[in-house]
């Protein structure tokens, strides 16, 4: 029997010498490898927190003391050691998620993945506890050094010190890297701690260090108080990072000696006040593969061999950023002016080719979205076009910059969301379905959704000849499809591309749902109904071509990746409402839910965002009846004239027949 199979709890760990728990985390390490390549998924990060979460679990008590981790893609071990050893299904619908999820299990806190939290998670949670007569019970939040990039960790910090009676441990996971290298002064100071000859002496002799911490030493530590450190922090010479914050500092410890860190958290344990315990780990720790890749040390991976680490069965095909990375290269030579930002995201959203030819004109603020945005609108007034690329879920956290510091001073400034819509696997805190409903509030402001390769050059050069407004582009997670070019370009920029010969729906196709739409209007057509297509690539505001053709048609639908609640398709239809047109308008996108993880296939036909299902819809809407669902009378979903009543009078260009 293997160890790991007889964990079906955290406390399965406290029958376990220390041996047997080594044996335990290299037996862990074989099964992230061998599980999560088959899946895919984040391996790079579990890998280098092995003996950390081991060592928490062995002194903290979860579900009594809460874990929190930041971010929840480090948080792997802990379901191996909270009972969720079945790794077949990881990131698939049915199977575990890829982060922490409360439905999973009640060991699991916080379910949101966007870096930088846990600390205000963690500081909410111990005061409730503290308040709710629980104050013996401890909060253990787990942060990465790439989230003390963010502006969040340290507002929290600073009020986590204003109430030092509670028990409150945070365990920095310091590796050197969020996505990529972390960056910033933060980066450089606890880089040069790593690299310093004062912790490699500590790191080498850490285990004679800690066979030597006798009662005595801990009555120390118990007795430390203020912004006064123990000795190891002095050994360290790291008193000046925290001694202002008034929290008591352990470390840097090895991450990957377990009983270092079993030792050093059951002080922190002891303290019964805040502590920050900063432990050294190695991000893809024990697999060559991931070591050796440069670029994020096997960060997210999708399958892969596990001998090699080669990719097996990846797409051959262009992604969306690559197209935006050319292009952006090819409008740097031609505008000095032009230069591009990122939050810790430079090599996925595209920015590495521009930045390896422009390395002076590109700017990562680490995890710090707001920043970011706020510094743009500065760089715009002092007369620079930025290009900020940021994951279309993470421009949720800085809405308020773009509304008050770049919209309301009209700055130019361009925004290019990657991972726009629907994105899978990732789940919930990872969809990127919330900008356009959120982004078209802000006065003035353009958003572009391209259809294809050609579209999205055209966009992002339109884009940044804007220079007295914010401009968006999106686009979705992955490949970019077939090219789908037009029919016709009208005046102020629509496409058309689809055009019947009566005019009895308009399908008003967003970014790459034009290809849907054309796919329903086939179907619309082998029924007798007349469809006309559009693309109006700039999806905010709506075009005056859109308000024309409206009010030509009996019927408008408008099809988004986003939610529908508050999208392009309310838009028009209140657009269309001001310039008197009535015109029916249905708005077809995604639930305003927490959408769990699935794929994306899965996620569009769960919320009848399918040529057939629209189809349908739109024959019984334009018939007056309702077609059942489960009457299809071909295989590819079609129907014939004979599945409808007979009795219905045919709309204006449509005639009877099969």
Do not use: C
């Amino acid at each position: 029997m293997s160890r790991l199979s007889s964990i079906s709890g955290p406390r399965d760990l406290d029958a376990l010498d220390i041996g047997e728990l080594r044996e335990l985390a290299e037996e862990i390490r074989g099964f992230l490898i061998e599980n999560v390549s088959k899946t895919g998924g984040h391996l790079g990060p579990n890998l280098g927190v092995v003996e950390l979460t081991i060592a928490l679990h062995r002194v903290f008590d979860s579900p009594d003391d809460p874990v929190i981790f930041d971010t929840g893609h480090q948080s792997y071990v802990h379901k191996l050691l909270t009972g969720r050893q079945d790794f077949s299904g990881l990131r698939t619908r049915e199977g575990l998620a890829g982060y922490p999820q409360r439905a999973e299990s009640v060991h699991d806190v916080v379910e949101s993945s966007h870096a930088s939290s846990s600390l205000s998670w963690a500081d909410g949670v111990s005061r409730a506890l503290t308040r709710t007569g629980r104050a013996d019970r401890h909060v253990v939040a787990v942060v990465g050094d790439g989230a003390l990039t963010g502006g969040m960790t340290w507002e929290a910090l600073n009020n986590i010190s204003d109430d030092n009676d509670r028990n409150l441990v945070i365990i920095v996971n310091d590796n050197g890297r969020s996505y990529a290298p972390t960056i910033g002064g933060m980066a450089r100071y606890l880089n040069r701690m790593r690299t310093g000859e004062a912790y490699r002496n500590l790191y080498e002799s850490t285990g004679t260090l800690f066979a030597r911490l006798g009662p005595a030493a801990r009555a120390v530590y118990r007795g430390v108080r203020g912004g006064t450190h123990g000795f190891l922090s002095r050994f360290a010479n790291n008193a000046a990072l925290y001694s202002n914050l008034d929290i008591k500092y352990l470390g840097p410890v090895d991450g990957h000696d377990l009983e270092a860190m079993i030792e050093t958290l059951a002080l922190a344990k002891s303290y019964g006040a805040p502590v920050i315990v900063h432990a050294i780990t190695e991000k893809g720790r024990g697999y060559a593969p991931a070591r050796e890749d440069e670029a994020d040390q096997f960060h997210a991976v999708g399958k892969i061999d596990p001998l090699t680490g080669e990719t097996i069965g990846g797409s051959t095909s262009t992604a969306w950023s690559d197209v935006f990375a050319q292009t952006l290269v090819e409008i740097g030579e031609e505008r000095e002016d032009v230069i591009a930002m990122t939050a810790a995201m430079l090599r996925p959203t595209g920015l590495l080719p521009f930045a390896q030819r422009f390395p002076d004109r590109v700017y990562d603020v680490g995890i710090a979205e707001q920043h970011a945005v706020a510094s743009a609108a500065g760089m715009a007034f002092g007369g620079i076009h930025p290009v900020v690329a940021i994951y279309a879920t993470f421009m949720n956290r800085a809405f308020d910059q773009v509304m008050m510091d770049v919209g309301l001073h009209r700055a130019g400034v361009t925004f290019v969301l990657d991972r726009a819509g629907v994105t899978g696997p990732d789940g919930p805190s990872h969809h990127g379905i919330w900008d356009l409903a959120m982004l078209q509030l802000v006065p003035h402001i353009r958003i572009a959704a391209p259809r294809d390769a050609t579209r999205l050059d055209e966009a992002l050069r339109e884009a940044v000849a804007v220079d007295d407004a914010p401009t968006v582009i999106r686009f979705p997670k992955g490949a970019v499809g077939e090219e789908l070019p037009a029919l016709e370009r009208l005046h102020d920029g629509t496409d058309v591309l689809w055009r019947s010969d009566s005019e009895d729906v308009l399908l008003v196709g967003i970014g790459p749902m034009a290809h849907l739409a054309v796919d329903v209007a086939g179907r619309l057509r082998d029924q007798g109904i007349g469809a006309t297509v559009v693309d109006p690539r700039w999806a905010v505001p709506v075009s005056p071509s859109i308000v024309a053709l409206a009010a030509r048609h009996r019927l408008v639908i408008t099809i988004e990746d986003g939610i529908r609640v508050g999208g392009v398709g309310t838009r028009v239809r209140q657009v269309l409402r001001e310039a008197g047109v009535d015109t029916a308008v249905d708005e077809l996108g995604l639930p305003d839910e927490f959408i769990a993880h699935a794929s994306r296939e899965q996620i569009l036909e769960d919320a009848g965002l399918t040529a057939a299902k629209i189809a349908q819809d739109v024959v019984a809407q334009v018939l007056g009846t309702r077609i059942p669902v489960a009457r299809p009378a071909k295989d590819d979903g079609s129907w014939l004239m004979s599945d409808i009543s007979p009795d219905t009078a045919p709309p204006r260009g449509l005639e009877r027949g099969d």
